[in-house]
């Protein structure tokens, strides 16, 4: 009798834990799908540059001075900073002057994920820290003679 009370109530939970993983799963999806969680405000320096379009100089530094939209600065390393006004609407980036487009998030580390709308570019940023040197060598793979405001 005993016995038959565990093997019931083992089932009735069971069952319970199945019944639950559609809400589960719907909790998940609302966390992936939502708006960046992070400022986009302040220094960024390109740490990986993914996609099928690998472009982008290594090393290039963003300026971005809010979180709405304005002018950022570009730069490559050993290159001449640009400026390029651009405009955050939701999750997008565009730079109004191209209008290359960029969805962008951030990674479990706080790095600055942008995910091209309008080209093949996936652009990891680190954080740029003030008076840190980089050397990021191009290894002869690319010619990287653009920034992530232009379009190839």
């Known amino acids: 009798m005993n016995n038959m009370y565990k093997k019931l109530s083992l089932r009735i939970i069971t069952g319970l834990m199945l019944l639950s993983l559609p809400f589960i799963g719907s909790d998940c999806e609302e966390i992936l799908n939502s708006n960046p969680t992070g400022d986009i405000t302040g220094s960024w320096t390109l740490i990986y540059n993914a996609g099928t379009t690998l472009d982008i100089c290594p090393g290039e530094t963003v300026n971005y001075p809010s979180s709405t939209g304005g002018t950022a600065t570009l730069q490559c ?21 191209s209008g ?14 942008l995910t091209g709308i309008n080209n093949n570019r996936i652009l990891y940023y680190s954080q740029t820290i003030t008076g840190a040197e980089t050397s990021i060598e191009n290894n002869g793979r690319n010619s990287f003679n653009h920034n992530s405001s232009e379009l190839k």
């Open 100 to 113: 290359v487009q960029y969805s962008y998030n951030f990674t479990q580390n706080n790095e600055l994920l």
């Open 77 to 97: 390393p050993d290159a001449s900073a640009i400026s390029r006004p651009y405009s955050i609407s939701g999750s997008t980036l565009t730079y109004t002057d």
